[in-house]
């Protein structure tokens, strides 16, 4: 049995398939610092979710919570209603938004007027929604992070000559050495969102929420990847990418939640033009991809349509998913 785990592991991890040609798994991690192999890599980033879920507490209760409320002022409408134990059976047993017949029934019940009934039940539909200033702190913990990871970005990239040139991302695969910013970057950012998947289950339930999920774990799985296989360069240049759009995001559903109209327009209206204008079409789709499409067309002559070659295709997928699935959702419910 052991034989032939090992043997499907052995299958499996073939580098033939998974990296390009004259690169090897020894030859990536002989490129890395043996410090960090032997600490378990991105398996760290298991610790630095924990830590950052307990900071995001401490921000969002300590210092955001107050920021929005007394500078930003997010208000929550007060909603007044008659607590009444019947509706309440009704609301938490059949139904949150009873149908006519079934508010006939209650009015006939309660001896309410239809109108009062439909009321009671808006009212206790308003008061289950998550407060505007508990919105406001989330995304306002997700701005500071962005804000504070697109800083660090661009000190630690700035001085990469691949980061103005990205075919020198791809040259010299298997023997890029890897600093250790570079992988602090890469712990930080998978950490990152491994707390935001664990703490979907007390975030604020919103309409997309099955959706953040999957991109949630797409976004781990897709940084790991990039990271194992030695395509940390260009990984880390779309990480910065959707970090820097995604400051503007943040703030504005911010000041969406304290009712700052023009403010809100004006920055979704730069982080349109950011993300998509700069980071999708010039640097994805001019750049990067056609840094990719050159390159699985010529895998593809290469092999032949019988054998693909595997890393050139999910770079070409990954780039036209990192171009069209933007990491954060625009609307702010």
Known sequence: MADQLQAWRVWWWDADFWLPDNSTWQG????????????GELFLCFP?????IILRFIFERFIAGPIV??????????????????CEKVYQTI?????????????????????????WFKNRRQQSKPSLKRKATESSWRFVFYLATSVYGLLILSKEPWLWDLRLCFVGHGKQPISDEIFYYYLIETGFYLS????LVVDVKRKDFWQMVVHHIVTIMLTTFSYYTGFFRIGSVIILLHDLSDILLESAKVFNYAKWEATTNTIFVLFAVVFNSSSSFIIHSGWSMRCTTVRVIVAFLKHGPGLWDCWYV??????IGLTRFPRSQCSSS
């Open 28 to 39: 990536l991690d002989e490129a890395k610092n043996p410090r960090w192999l032997q600490s």
């Open 95 to 119: 139904s949150k938004s009873p149908n006519a017949e079934r508010v006939e029934g209650l009015s006939k019940q309660l001896g309410w007027p239809t109108r009062d009934v439909k009321r």
């Open 48 to 52: 630095v979710a924990i830590v950052l």
């Open 314 to 319: 999910c770079r070409f997928f990954t780039c």
């Open 69 to 86: 409320v007394g500078y930003i002022g997010v208000e929550d409408k007060p909603i007044v209603f008659v607590q009444n134990t019947f």
């Open 196 to 199: 935001l998947l664990i703490s």
